[in-house]
């Protein structure tokens, strides 16, 4: 019983470190004053404001949102039917696509950030493509993991035989039968994606600059100027992320049940 | 059987997936691999020899090492109890705690500095806290040293460590408990000689992650400390970024021995994995 309590002690803990920066920070974006005091002087949406009616926050957004939702749309023309064809037609080359998983999950941006301006610098390419190049590559680990997962749910290559004796196009049989099959594994894994690289930083920051100036880079250079401004952003951050991660858990939760079935 | 596929369709789909691979993540790697033994006279080690020879840079790997594997280790030991407590509740209470958890893991770089500078920085929250309760030796905590550093890290390990550790909890079956319990062990006696010792690949495992993950970290340290702060990471961020200083050939090795650090730390956890895989 002692253990017990002790566990939950470390539980309390946990929960208390992750929430507590998150809720001051949302706090702060509302607070006149926060000095002197332990609490906020008073609660204002001044900061908010001014950060809407700031031309060059929304374009930041608009950049980030237009960067990060491009890749995601780059990594489902191009990732997913490579996957579905090595899965389905090549299961033994399978291996190749899960160490390519792990080589991309486990190198840090640090380092992929020098391998890439080594080899672009000097060719004259908009640098900005090699970033959304690599962020494409980037979020290969989240689109197979989501793919994967609904297609282990469903014998796909049973479906697609039968879809092609009856006279069905392999293409008809992909859009019409495949993909319904693997949607919300795969929304899932989209949304994850665009949350991911909404907050990067190392690579846009290393490898563009201020050149493209993203949220986070906006953010980075508030962080000195604006405390307040500063944490007017971090909340929209967070309230984004909220979104994402509840239609996240939604569409996993749904993509289970369809297992069930 | 039905002809599956033809090869013209088979390079269709997927040579653009290849091309990318190698463009945006193969091809700069080996590069950099390659550069970093090259100079204008062809090969040479002198980057190598000029990167451990520097105390500065030396100095960078040991800070790096420490704040990761301490941060691991903490984050281990927290979430290793936090998650017994959690495979108590009901399968409703669970998944909350694990949205909540995947929330906090988005929860990181720069927006996560700056949340600690509103509880911890000059003018933080519980700066000013300690400050009026008049805790002497906590109110001169300063955030942009290496113990922020920690607490930063400890922060962005904990999610990681809960997902990670959560599976690996859940392959111990109830059943165990119970026949183990019968044979008239104590659940103190269990954890010691079954559940542990079942779990520490796993254990073992998630350590390396957690280890790789806070030695590749960048943004939290460079938005709490600039380029103040002495770590691996940061260092390779000043040699590439810097307009006048730049020196990318340095980067490239010290980029490659930060790789090695990582790649060995991965390589050390499966060996010790199957070792003890082959004791039990």
Redesign the interface.
């Known amino acids: 019983m002692k ?2 309590g ?6 309390l ?3 208390v ?6 809720v ?2 949302m706090l ?1 974006a509302f607070a006149t004053n ?5 609490m906020p002087e008073g609660l204002t949406f001044k900061w908010l404001a001014t950060l809407f009616q700031d031309a060059e926050f929304i374009q930041a957004f608009g950049r980030s949102v237009l960067l990060s939702s491009g890749a995601v749309v780059i990594a489902l023309l ?2 997913v ?2 996957i ?3 899965v389905l ?2 299961p033994k080359y399978e291996k190749w696509i899960q160490m ?1 998983v792990v ?2 999950y ?15 610098s000097k060719f004259g390419v908009p640098m900005i493509l ?1 970033v959304l ?2 962020y ?2 980037g979020i ?1 680990p989240y689109i197979y993991q989501g793919t994967r997962n609904s297609l282990r749910n469903v014998d796909a290559r049973q479906l697609l ?1 039968a879809a ?2 009856l006279g069905v196009s ?1 293409l008809q049989a992909f859009t019409k039968i495949l993909l319904p099959t693997v949607y919300p594994g795969l929304f899932a894994g989209a949304l994850l994606s665009f ?2 690289l909404f ?1 990067e ?2 690579l846009i ?2 490898v563009v ?1 201020s050149r493209f100036e993203t949220v ?1 880079i906006y ?2 250079k508030k ?1 000195n100027t604006s ?1 307040h401004i ?2 007017a ?2 909340l929209i ?2 309230v984004l ?2 979104l ?3 239609a ?2 939604t569409l996993t939760k749904r993509s289970k049940g369809a297992t069930n079935l | 059987m ?1 002809v ?2 033809s090869k013209r ?2 390079v269709a ?2 040579s ?3 091309v ?2 190698l ?3 193969l ?3 080996l ?2 691999l390659i ?1 970093s033994f090259q100079n204008s006279d062809g090969f040479t080690l002198a980057q190598y020899q000029s990167v451990l020879t520097n105390d500065y840079i030396l100095q960078g790997f040991t800070n790096s090492i420490t704040l990761s594997v301490i941060s691991a280790v903490i984050a281990l030991i ?2 290793l ?2 998650v ?3 495979m ?1 509740f009901s399968e409703p209470v669970r ?1 909350k ?1 694990l ?6 893991s ?14 911890l920085g000059n ?1 933080g ?1 519980f700066t ?2 300690f400050d ?1 309760w008049g805790i002497g030796t906590l109110s001169s905590f300063s955030l942009y040293s290496w113990g922020g550093l920690l607490l930063i890290y ?2 962005f390990q ?2 990681l460590a ?1 997902m990670l550790l959560y599976p690996i909890y859940d392959g111990i079956q109830q059943q165990w408990k119970e026949a183990a319990a019968l044979l008239g062990a104590s ?2 006696q269990f954890w010691m000689k079954i559940g542990v010792p079942v779990m520490l690949p796993g254990i073992v495992g998630t350590f390396s992650v957690l280890f ?1 993950n806070a ?5 939290s340290a ?2 709490l400390t600039g380029s103040n702060y002495n770590l691996v ?1 940061i260092r ?2 000043s040699l ?2 810097g307009d006048i200083f730049a020196q ?1 050939e340095l ?2 090795a010290i ?1 490659v021995i ?2 090695v650090t ?1 790649v060995t730390a ?1 390589l050390l956890s499966e060996w010790s994995i199957s070792k003890t895989r082959r004791k039990l």
């Open positions: 253990k017990r002790f566990a939950d002690l470390f539980f803990l946990l929960v470190y992750l929430v507590l920066p998150v001051a920070t702060y926060w000095n002197k005091t332990i191009v990732i039917p490579a579905f064809v090595i037609y090549f390519a080589m991309v486990s190198f840090p941006g640090i380092i992929l950030a020098v391998g890439l301006i080594r080899v672009y090699v190049g690599a494409v590559v290969l035989d092609q004796l392999k949350s991911v907050g930083f190392v920051n290393l600059g986070q953010l980075m962080l405390g500063a944490s952003v971090v951050y967070i992320m909220g994402l991660t509840f996240i858990a | 039905i599956l596929i369709q088979t789909w997927l653009p997936f290849l990318l691979v463009l945006f993540f091809v700069p790697l590069y950099m550069t927290v979430t109890f936090a017994y407590a959690i108590r998944e705690i949205i909540l958890t995947n929330l906090t988005n929860f990181s770089g720069i927006p996560l500095a700056f949340a600690f500078i509103v509880l003018s929250l000013l806290l009026k400890i922060y904990l999610p809960l659940t103190w790789a030695m590749g970290a960048y943004a460079y938005a990471a390779i961020g590439i970024k990318p980067a490239s980029a930060l790789a990582m991965m």
